[in-house]
């Protein structure tokens, strides 16, 4: 079963626009992290931030953690034609053992 | 560094037949994961080493599967028999134990006929 869930499942934004994807999980974590899938290919890891800190950011990304509503969020500000891909939150509970959840698939309009 | 290489990229295989996957982790990197990818069911972990040590196998749908990391610089999934059900992209991921997240191969896409 999956850990995470994604909201929403797909989004289709303007070059230039912020996109906001949100994660919902549903037991105690260690850390969450986000990572990015192009068609056709593996995944690539965005960023982690861990159970005692509320926000990351990284470049473009800002990422947010509400462990009393078992919740985050990723923003990625003014979106460019590249920022098109899939998008996963994973959780890792126990042991560096991450499950993702079904991802949000952004599709960014140039 | 090259990443973490799977092979092959891309299988097509008979109902019956065995297929193993290979998966080379980055050096230094003590764990090890095996992931499928599918449609419906999403990521599925099935399988993660520490150390080389089977760790969790919980996620192995059957006994037709299988995988093995005898050293640690390489892994096995192997299926045997197949079955089209298999048919999915097989992700070989690694990290280091509690690290910053994980580096993920460009995976195996499987189809079984």
């Known amino acids: 079963s999956q850990q995470g869930e994604e909201d929403p499942q797909a989004l289709s934004i303007q070059e230039g626009e912020n996109a906001t994807m949100n994660c919902s999980y549903k037991t105690s974590i260690n850390n969450l992290q986000w990572y990015r899938q192009n068609s056709g290919r593996g995944l690539v890891h965005l960023i982690l931030?861990?159970?005692?800190?509320r926000e990351k950011h990284s470049g473009r990304l800002r990422v947010t953690l509400d462990t009393s509503k078992k919740s985050s969020s990723l923003l990625i500000t003014a979106s460019r034609a590249a920022d098109t891909a899939s998008y996963f939150c994973?959780?890792?509970?126990?042991?560096?053992?991450?499950?993702f959840g079904g991802g949000t698939r952004v599709l960014v309009k140039p | 560094d090259a990443g973490v290489i799977q092979s092959p990229r891309h299988e097509v295989t008979e109902m019956g037949q065995e297929v193993t996957l290979r998966c080379k982790p980055i050096s230094g990197h003590n764990s090890l994961f095996w992931y499928r990818q599918t449609m419906m069911r999403g990521l599925e972990l099935l399988i993660y080493?520490?150390?080389?040590?089977?760790?969790?196998d919980s996620g192995m749908p059957e006994d037709r599967f299988s995988a093995k990391m005898p050293n640690a610089s390489f892994s096995t999934l192997k299926i045997q028999p197949s079955e089209p059900r298999d048919s999915a992209v097989y992700f070989c991921?690694?990290?280091?134990?509690?690290?910053?997240?994980?580096?993920f191969g460009s995976g195996t896409r499987l189809t079984v006929v």
């Open positions: 994973a959780t890792d509970s126990a042991g560096n053992k991450l499950t």
């Open positions: 080493f520490n150390n080389n040590v089977p760790i969790d």
């Open positions: 931030i861990r159970s005692n800190e």
């Open positions: 991921a690694s990290s280091l134990f509690q690290g910053e997240g994980y580096t």
